[in-house]
């Protein structure tokens, strides 16, 4: 099994991104499985999925393993350790923080038996309110040996929220950030040693999301519409850039792989726009619009739909941007050679409130194309389809009876294009304890929103 | 001192079990101690996951919880911190979600 060693000399991940391309394709692909909002009492947990596909398993779930309390709201999840630490023969990737959005938690899971990894320590989430203030866990990177992770809310819910930092004990160290002045609310962020550079985004204070997505908090401001450029080593926001109706609720961040690179893209989500922000010539954040998803009209609502640009990234080879547009419910590629004007190269719908594809391999899809992880080599794209629980329970409320599903598209990387696979798909309404929700994605090795080249 | 009062909680979608919950109780608390699993997540009013409807009665809950006014003018209160004021009648769990969410895009706006 590549466990994304490279070579035997060094530390976890590739030499460059560039060399991570070449590594094995994936066999193993993990993802979050969630009961909260579902009616089955039972906690999250990570599910092993073989991808694999020699092997008689292909396309199942092969191992569980199960979080030590109900409620956590499993949701994204990061590593110990990543390329960044490559040149480390003492560092390894071995754990995957797995942080619960509603308990605080943050599970901390060895995956030295990749096929079934284990729950190997928890940190308390009312552990981490009493000694930093700070709740809702979301984004996890690797610092070197530490480790921060971006927190939607104080101890009480409400925002800013801040960044946690953990030790490589998996200890409280305490809050990473000299000064959060600057920050209405946050969610993820995406940093640049090399360019001393951090970018966060916002979505709102957990008192908002927490209970579900209403008109009339975005009408009080209740949500984010800003995006942050940090001062990395000062650890404080060098500037912020507030987007106005066009960049309602700012979500995932990706900076290109290359290092050397200062571009990456980011979407509001509830505008649905991608942006694109670089470092010009006199070291000034950019930032600009290159691609705007019309909202349509749906017979029957008063008001108009939004496409909900809920997650975005980047290939390895920094030349194609997907993302997923989760109440339309189509995934789209888009050429970025010419960085300032993305062309459209492929698209596929999977479920999604417009009903273009209900039903897809014989499966009739709950919700739409929401979490999406890249192949290293940039040719396989898996998919699921729940968003939030109580999101889901808005907007696709069958999915907590009839769980979420995955799915693979194949993507061609020499002309642009995108196919569904007909022959993989894993459906978790079909999990041994219910039907259950799949979100995010993380290979073993290492994938392309997991790793950042110093 | 004398004791907090005590209030009479049914649960209706659970075979209409009753137990005595003390004022300074949640009915979550006293749920899970009588064997009635109900979704739990936060356990401080913050996350919605516990939310069910009050039938009848009234219950205290603390300001700023995660419901929003539309949910708590649907009758719903978070069990994980509702503690009773007076004999309550409770439906609790997913299946008593109906109306807890909706999709904004298709409710006209006000
Ligand atoms: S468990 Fe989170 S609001 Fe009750």
């Known amino acids: 099994m590549a466990d994304g060693n490279g070579k035997a000399c060094c530390g976890p991940g590739y030499a460059s991104p560039a060399e991570a391309i070449t590594a094995d394709r994936e066999k193993l692909l993990y993802t979050v499985a969630l009961y ?159 360019h001393n550079m951090m970018v966060s985004s916002e979505w709102a204070a957990p008192n908002t999301f927490m209970p579900g997505f209403d008109l009339d908090d975005v009408a009080a401001g209740k949500y984010g519409q800003s995006v942050h450029f940090w001062d990395f080593n000062g650890k404080t926001i060098s500037k912020s850039f507030d987007l106005g109706a066009e960049g309602m609720i700012p979500l995932e961040v990706r900076g290109l792989h290359d290092p050397t690179s200062n571009h990456g893209y980011f979407a509001a989500t509830l505008s649905s726009n991608v942006f694109h922000w670089w470092k010009d010539d006199n070291g000034e954040i950019q930032l600009e619009k290159v691609i705007d998803i019309p909202t349509i009209d749906v017979e029957g609502f008063p008001v108009p739909m939004p496409s909900l640009i809920t997650d975005i990234l980047i290939s390895m080879d920094d030349k194609y941007l997907y993302f997923a547009n989760w109440l339309h419910g189509d995934l789209r590629q888009y050429d970025i050679t010419d960085r300032s004007n993305p062309k459209m190269t492929g698209q596929v719908w999977l479920g999604g409130m417009l009903g273009k594809a209900p039903e897809v391999n014989g499966i009739k899809v709950q919700g739409a194309p929401q979490m999406i992880q890249l192949s290293l080599d940039g040719k396989r794209l898996y998919v699921t389809t729940s968003l939030f629980s109580s999101w889901d329970n808005q907007f696709y409320p069958d999915m907590k009876d009839k769980g979420a599903q995955m799915y693979l598209v194949d993507c061609d990387v020499e002309n642009g294009g995108m196919t569904i696979n007909p022959d993989f798909v894993v459906d978790f309404g079909k999990e041994p304890n219910g039907p259950s929700r799949c979100h995010e994605m993380r290979y073993p090795g290492g994938d392309v929103t997991s790793d950042i080249w110093i | 001192m004398a004791d907090p009062a005590t209030h009479k909680v049914t649960v209706a979608n659970r075979g209409g079990r ?84 909706q999709n904004p895009f298709s409710v006209p706006r006000k």
């Not at chain 1, 092969?62 to 990543?82: F, V």
């Not at chain 1, 995957?96 to 990894?117: E, Q, Y």
């Not at chain 1, 000694?131 to 992770?149: E, F, Q, R, Y």
């Not at chain 2, 936060?42 to 039938?55: E, F, K, S």
């Open chain 2, 18 to 101: 009753t137990f005595d919950v003390r004022e300074d109780q949640t009915i979550l608390d006293v749920c899970e101690a009588n064997g009635v699993i109900l979704p739990v997540a936060c356990r401080y009013g913050g996350c919605i996951t516990c939310a069910g409807r009050l039938v009848s009665g009234k219950v205290r809950q603390p300001k700023g919880t995660a419901l929003n006014k539309r949910q708590s003018q649907a009758g719903y209160i978070l069990m994980c911190v509702a503690h009773p004021k007076q004999d309550c009648v409770v439906e609790v769990g997913v299946e008593s979600h109906g109306d807890l969410y």
């Open chain 1, 36 to 194: 909260v909002g579902t009616g089955v009492e039972k906690p999250d947990y990570l599910a092993t999925v073989d991808v694999d596909p020699d092997s008689p398993t292909y396309s199942s779930v092969i191992a569980r393993t199960e979080m030590q309390q109900i409620g956590d709201e499993l949701h994204h999840s990061g590593w110990n350790a990543c390329s960044s630490c490559h040149d480390d023969a003492s560092k390894s990737r071995r754990f995957l923080l797995m942080p619960g959005v509603r308990s605080s938690n943050i599970n901390v899971i060895d995956t030295s038996d990749a096929t079934n990894p284990s729950v190997h320590k928890v940190v308390s989430g009312d552990d981490i309110k009493a000694k930093t203030n700070l709740s809702g866990p979301h984004t996890v990177h690797c610092l070197g040996a530490d480790i921060i992770i971006s927190m939607l809310g104080d101890a009480d819910g409400n925002g800013p929220g801040g960044f946690l930092h953990l030790n490589e004990n998996f200890e409280i160290v305490g809050r990473w950030e000299n000064d959060n002045a600057g920050m209405n609310y946050n969610y993820d962020f995406w940093y640049q040693p090399r």
